[in-house]
């Protein structure tokens, strides 16, 4: 757990406030593929710090596909919907091909 104070000028006031984070660095990319058809997700932070679970999605070699963020309350809960991403892949005949790197 990090803490930091930051400063901030609102409407020529300054206001001073503490900001808590917790850093968690271990993001997770996952792809699955078909003959044709391929299912990437990634659980990542966004901007603010909050945990993202981002779905992109489509035919392979093509230009077209699909990307949805999901927002996740916690780094744990993104886990369990990239697990049930991960079973519902497998029971449609996808192939995971690949994998996070082991740091």
Same mark, same amino acid.
């Given at each position: 757990m990090f803490?930091?104070?930051?400063?901030?000028i609102?409407?020529?006031?300054?206001?001073?406030? *503490?900001?808590v984070?917790?850093?968690?660095?271990?993001?997770?990319r +996952?792809?699955? =593929?078909? %003959?044709?058809r391929?299912?990437e997700v990634? +659980?990542h932070? *966004? +901007?603010?710090? &909050?945990?993202?679970?981002?779905?992109?999605?489509?035919?392979?070699? %093509?230009?077209?596909?699909?990307?949805v963020?999901? %927002?996740?309350a916690? #780094?744990q =809960?993104g &886990? &369990? &919907?990239l697990? %049930?991403?991960q079973?519902?892949?497998?029971?449609?005949? #996808?192939? +995971?091909?690949?994998?996070?790197?082991a740091?």
């Amino acid at each position: 757990m990090f803490r930091r104070l930051c400063y901030g000028i609102i409407s020529f006031n300054i206001v001073l406030y *503490d900001m808590v984070s917790y850093y968690i660095t271990e993001w997770i990319r +996952l792809r699955w =593929e078909k %003959a044709t058809r391929y299912y990437e997700v990634y +659980l990542h932070p *966004d +901007l603010w710090g &909050q945990w993202v679970l981002t779905r992109i999605w489509g035919r392979r070699g %093509a230009r077209l596909g699909r990307v949805v963020h999901t %927002a996740c309350a916690s #780094y744990q =809960e993104g &886990q &369990q &919907q990239l697990a %049930a991403v991960q079973v519902r892949r497998q029971q449609r005949g #996808y192939v +995971l091909v690949s994998r996070p790197r082991a740091e």
